[in-house]
């Protein structure tokens, strides 16, 4: 006999509807499916067998987040396709920064109503991210939350885990000065300072539809532009040459995520005419009458990943993410110093 209970449906939370979203998200599950991944949707435990083969020291890495503000863009759109991919990518672009392949993923998804389609939308989006990032999701949770969020909201987070051999990771114990700052180009804002950026557009259902000309889309579509996964990408430097520490440049913009790839007395020294600045972060500072300054501390500007080379790799090291389908820039060198950074 299926689960129901009156009782609970008038008070807001109907089971039957959680069935169902169970079933329609099934076939975006099992798109993820890769060697390893043992469970099915539904038990009380995802399940994974990670192959060790050839390892020495596996040591298991695990990245975390959500999507923030930038849901709000996906309510006034009615567009959840796509959001799921932004969770995905804030957890697996962290684990692969020391080197580790994410190998799952689990997801949160909390509403104030359960829309079945609506549901199976947001799994397909971390269904597309788990496969670009090439790890499986193997489990999660719908939780139906009435009078604590709105009808028509929810909020999506979730985790990953990867694996990397202790003798392959990439922890910046090897920069020096001389070695070079490769910047890999982000698709735009991806899942950080909406709250800002809401602000600065005074983000409502009418101005998202608006064609912005220097954008070639409507404000919306690049808003909801989600962020890009590096793991291939990450991979592919690692085999082309010696990749000494990475930065993914998230919430803090360079003054806070650059740093924290940099041992002490060590200083990265970016020249800001380098930085691909994206037609999005200029009509944001402009509209917005936002300091530089503090775009820069809040805003990818165009680089979604920073990584260090030696001076002699670095051409290398851009033809490995050119070949990835990306596209690297030189965006300075470290030095010595104890600034952690400096934009010049």
């Given amino acids: 006999m299926k689960s129901f209970s009156d009782s609970y449906k008038a008070a807001g939370v109907d089971v039957t509807a959680g069935y169902r979203a169970v079933e329609l998200m099934k076939q975006h599950v099992a798109r993820t499916k890769i060697p390893g991944a043992i469970s099915s949707i ?28 930038k849901l709000k863009i996906a309510f006034l759109m009615d567009k959840h396709t796509t959001i799921g ?42 269904a597309e991210g788990c496969v670009q990032a090439g790890c499986a999701l193997i489990g999660g949770e719908t939780a139906e939350m ?22 392959k990771m990439i922890d910046g114990s ?24 809401r602000k600065i557009f005074d983000v409502n259902a009418a101005n998202l539809e608006r064609y912005e000309p220097e954008l070639g889309k409507t404000l919306g579509e690049e808003l909801l532009t989600p962020t890009k996964i590096y793991v291939k990408t990450i991979k592919a430097l690692q085999q082309a040459c010696q990749v000494k520490a990475i930065s993914h440049i998230t919430g ?33 500072q402009r509209v917005g009458n936002i300091p530089q300054r503090d775009m820069f501390n809040t805003f990818n500007m165009g680089v979604g990943l920073c990584v260090a080379v030696a001076a002699d790799q670095a051409d290398e090291a851009v033809r490995a993410v050119a070949a990835a389908g990306e596209k690297a820039v ?6 010595a110093g104890e600034d952690g950074i400096v934009l010049c």
Avoid: W
């Fill in 174 to 197: 090897s920069l020096q000065a001389g070695d070079v700052i490769l910047g890999v180009c982000s698709s735009g804002v991806h899942s950080n300072g909406f709250s800002l950026v």
């Fill in 85 to 126: 991919i932004d969770c995905v990518a804030m957890c697996v672009n962290d684990v692969a920064t020391v080197g580790a392949q994410p190998l799952f993923f689990l997801d949160y998804i909390a509403l104030g109503k359960n829309k079945p389609e609506k549901v199976a939308d947001i799994v397909a989006g971390i």
């Fill in 330 to 335: 030189v965006l300075g060198e470290v030095v």
């Fill in 146 to 167: 009435p009078g604590f969020y709105p009808e028509d909201e929810y909020d999506v987070a979730g985790f990953s885990v990867g694996i990397v051999d202790r003798n």
């Fill in 42 to 69: 539904g038990g009380f435990g995802g399940l994974f067998a990670p192959d060790l083969t050839g390892m020495e020291q596996p040591i298991l890495v695990s990245g975390t987040d959500g999507v923030g503000t």
């Fill in 252 to 284: 803090g913009g360079f003054y806070e995520n650059i740093p924290r790839m940099m041992p002490a007395g060590l200083t990265a020294k970016i020249n800001i005419a380098a930085v691909p600045v994206l037609p999005i972060f200029q009509l944001m």
